[in-house]
């Protein structure tokens, strides 16, 4: 199928930011797994070619409904973010599934996306539902259910080290029914957020990235140590000189500093702070060289799942 583009899109660069994990290049397609269905799906200049799915899903998983013009007028409120923007336009955040969003950051934690990437593989292949698109074999992302069942030896077998455990407890307490999306897609923010903390091995960034990427509350701005770097060294006239200075020499990030940073971003970039912390994020992994910016001007395949690795591993 074809679906012909009359709004600003980028593929490859909305698929290889970091906010998803599992989508694989393969010579000009690239494939996926969302929701129980594997896709194909290309860039070819003005048009979407897919396979696997409607016109309605694609639409609604990369979110070609936002009014990307929009949103760069509100939150390209500075030379650096324009920049950004102009450097990755078309970068869209998807709509991802709410369980898989959240087991995938808690697996994300202190990781490379390479190591993400082959740890949520390994998930995948090993408890997945296997699926057969166009005579290929794929494995969906398992759900909570299947994780709750199996063992923590079986979790760490798949490379998680100490994040088997929470991924472990966090899986039994929402096949119990602790954890409703459509719930917490209703509720504020805040609320949300709150209610988020409460499960084992999710953090503060942890649950803004779920808020973000599988909840689409596009006010939630997730902060790392790239995002620290970005917001004190372009933004730090904005806070008290003490309070930079301590930020910067700190090693890590405590929750009142994470806080700190989180609450300027939100009140400095508006409503779709979101947008602009994936823009600022891999516009910064970019200039510090781990990824290569003049492929992600392009086509990009730096972060291509080796999957053979996995299946053999």
């Known amino acids: ?156 077998a798949c490379g998680l080290g100490y994040r088997a455990k929470y991924l472990l407890e966090t899986s039994k307490m929402v096949a119990a029914g602790d954890f409703n999306p459509e719930t917490l897609r209703e509720m504020p923010y805040a609320e949300a957020k709150r209610i988020l903390l409460g499960f084992p091995g999710v953090g503060r960034k942890v649950a803004d990235c779920v808020l973000l990427f599988g909840f689409g509350k ?10 620290k770097r970005v917001l004190l060294s372009h933004y730090g006239s904005y806070f008290e000189a003490g309070v930079t200075k301590k930020l910067a020499e700190a090693s890590g990030l405590s929750n009142s500093d994470y806080e700190k940073l989180n609450g300027f971003a939100r009140s400095y970039f508006g409503c779709c702070a979101g947008y602009a912390q994936e823009y600022l994020y891999h516009y910064e992994r970019c200039l510090r060289g781990t990824t290569n910016l003049k492929k992600q001007r392009g086509l990009n395949h730096k972060f291509k799942v080796n999957r053979h690795e996995a299946e053999q591993s």
Request: hydrophobic share 45%.
């Open 1 to 156: 199928m074809s679906l012909p583009l009359t709004v600003p899109f980028n593929l490859d660069v909305t698929l290889c930011c970091g906010q998803v994990f599992l989508w694989e290049p393969r010579d000009d397609w690239w494939f996926g797994v969302v929701g129980g269905k594997a896709l194909r799906v290309r860039h070819c200049v003005d048009r979407l070619e897919f396979a696997g799915v409607g016109e309605e899903f694609v639409k609604h998983y990369f979110r070609l409904d936002d009014d990307l013009d929009g949103i760069a007028r509100e939150v390209g409120k500075d030379e650096y973010m324009r920049t950004a923007l102009s450097e990755f336009w078309g970068l869209r955040l998807v709509r991802q599934e709410p369980w898989e969003c959240l087991a995938s950051f808690i697996c994300a934690t202190f990781k490379s996306v390479a190591a993400i990437q082959q740890m949520l593989l390994k998930l995948s292949l090993r408890f997945g539902k296997q699926l057969t698109f166009e005579g290929q074999e794929f494995h969906a992302f398992p759900n909570a259910a299947r994780l709750a069942n199996s063992s923590l030896e079986e979790l760490k």
């Open 218 to 227: 596009l006010e939630a701005f997730p902060v790392d140590v790239w995002m």
